[in-house]
């Protein structure tokens, strides 16, 4: 059962396969590395900063639902 407030993702099962740390996905996001922490956490996060992290991952954003749950384009 998930916790309110709380979305799940893929974000830390993809990026230990790509072998990408912390601070390599936050570079390569854009983003702080306590962003990626949060994130990987399920805490909630900017549409935009989802994307960032999409593409970082090496992603295209009409894959968005194997990494965010919430963005399933099949749960609309």
Known sequence: MRDKGKA?????????????SKAELARRAG????TID????GR????????KIIL???????DRGKVFF???QDSR
């Open 38 to 41: 949060r994130v990987e956490q």
């Open 8 to 20: 799940g993702n893929n974000v830390r099962k993809l990026r230990e396969a790509a072998l990408l």
């Open 70 to 72: 919430d963005l399933d």
């Open 31 to 34: 983003v702080s590395t306590l």
């Open 44 to 51: 909630p996060c900017r549409l935009d900063t989802k994307r």
């Open 56 to 62: 970082a991952l090496g992603y295209e954003l009409e």
